[in-house]
């Protein structure tokens, strides 16, 4: 359990003597006052964030990092950061009179258990529950919790349990942000055939033919789809894999030049270095979590090259 009001260092030092594995995960800081897990193995090295339950960044060994992280994002407490795989929930997309993408993005969550396999990868479980401040903007019993294995490949995995007396509905998004070599060389395969809404044409209907490619901006909502993606990154020589459960639709972005612009925490050209290639609940196919029951989405996100 972390607490905001602690002095960080003290903070650093209480997750440290409790949760830390001596030679394979530590706590620091990522911004100021803000707690982050730094994991170093022989598989891999990746940065998770106790604000929002924010993979930071992940690499293989022997890999260029995968996930992208602006050169202009932001580290300070009650704000997004733009890069990474920040937590959408309990909704996805704009809510008039809301922050967009939910609330726990941007809500320091509790850890609750660090642990190294037999393989070697080491393994964070983060969890959050309703409170007032959550009750205020949405009123529901829940508890969140979000597994991140760092191995060879990236495993997520985000339960909703409701452990109020009422079913709600939710959307959610694990809202990766990949790192590409040039976004005009990358495609994306595995939604060949898939009905989207395009965001960009006011959430026309369309239908995907072929692998996506970019030469624009690009903002779809996959529909019924739970297909696995992958991510040609040519510049790069090499391919990254999302296979997903739980997860009805994709969301592929990338905001391309005008709208990077508007986007203080985006830095000059970043767009060229990133795709977004999202496992998702999107409406308006909503989830519906009974009392005492429970929803899961994974993703694993791998590399060959
Ligand atoms: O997932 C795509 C999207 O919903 C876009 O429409 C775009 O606005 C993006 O997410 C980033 O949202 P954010 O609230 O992080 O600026």
């Known amino acids: 359990m972390t607490a905001m009001n602690q002095p960080i260092a003290l903070e650093l030092a209480a997750l440290n003597a409790r949760f830390a594995i001596p030679g394979h995960l530590r706590f620091m800081e990522s911004g100021p006052g803000l707690p982050m897990a730094d994991i170093r193995t022989p598989l891999a090295t990746a940065r998770v964030a106790l604000q929002g339950a924010q993979v930071l960044a992940w690499r293989p060994d022997g890999v260029a990092p995968v996930l992208w992280l602006s050169g ?6 009650d704000k997004a950061v733009r890069g990474g795989i ?7 997309g704009d809510r008039p009179g809301h922050s967009a993408h939910g609330f726990v993005r941007t809500r320091l969550w509790e850890l609750r258990e660090t642990t190294l396999d037999a393989q070697g990868q080491v393994r964070l479980t983060l969890g959050l529950r309703d409170d007032a401040a959550t009750r205020a903007v949405w009123d529901h019993a829940f508890d969140l ?38 976004i005009r060389q ?43 993606c992958v991510i040609d990154d040519a510049d790069q020589k090499r391919h990254i894999t999302v296979a997903k459960t739980g997860s009805h639709a994709t969301v592929v972005w990338n905001p391309w030049i005008d709208r990077e612009k508007a986007m203080p925490d985006m830095a000059a050209g970043g767009y060229q270095r990133m795709v977004c290639v999202e496992t998702v609940n999107a409406a308006p196919d909503l989830i ?3 009392p005492g029951a ?10 060959r090259q």
């Open 72 to 77: 202009a994002a932001v580290f300070e407490a």
């Open 86 to 92: 920040p937590v959408c929930w309990p909704w996805f």
């Open 145 to 182: 919790e979000l597994q991140v294995t760092v191995g060879t490949t990236l495993q997520l995995t985000l339960t909703t349990h409701n452990t109020g007396l009422e079913t709600f509905t939710l959307t959610e998004a694990l809202h990766t942000y990949f790192s590409v070599g040039d």
């Open 186 to 228: 990358t495609t994306v395969h595995g939604l060949d055939g898939t009905d989207y809404l395009d965001k960009v044409q006011g959430f026309a209907p369309a239908q995907q033919r072929g692998p996506v490619n970019f030469t624009g901006e690009t903002d779809r909502v996959y529909r019924h789809t739970t297909a696995d």
């Open 288 to 290: 519906s979590v009974a």
């Open 294 to 303: 429970q929803h899961a989405m994974s993703a694993v996100i791998g590399v």
